[in-house]
């Protein structure tokens, strides 16, 4: 099993940052690929972005130029760098793993809320 710890949401006005945190633990040498998603009140939880087990990465066209990913490889964590935040993005933001298995994890989650 994997588990995954979510940190650094909390409340921010239109225009600001932040930072967002997930610590992975247990079987992380089956990890091929790690994700952001997040979920707004009434709506689908929606992918947003990945970052392979090579370093690629990709974005939802909602957050591209905008939000950043990455991973730190020595400590098991992958980040999301979120700027230029807008109200439309406030939702709980969830990290997720995919396993080599074809099994996949997710954090508890961390709300996020841009005030307009």
């Known amino acids: 099993q994997v588990q995954l710890v979510e940190s650094g949401g909390g409340l921010v006005q239109a225009g600001e940052s932040l930072r967002l945190s997930c610590a992975a633990s247990g079987s992380i040498f089956s990890i091929n690929g790690m994700a952001w998603y997040r979920q707004a009140p009434g709506k689908q939880r929606a992918w947003v972005a990945g970052i392979s087990t090579g370093g690629s990465t990709n974005y939802a066209d909602s957050v591209k130029g905008r939000f950043t990913i990455s991973r730190d490889n020595a400590k098991n964590t992958v980040s999301l760098q979120m700027n230029s935040l807008k109200p439309e993005d406030t939702a709980v933001y969830y990290c997720?793993?995919?396993?080599?298995?074809?099994?996949?994890?997710w954090g508890q989650g961390t709300q996020v809320t841009v005030s307009s």
């Open positions: 997720a793993a995919s396993l080599n298995d074809g099994h996949g994890y």
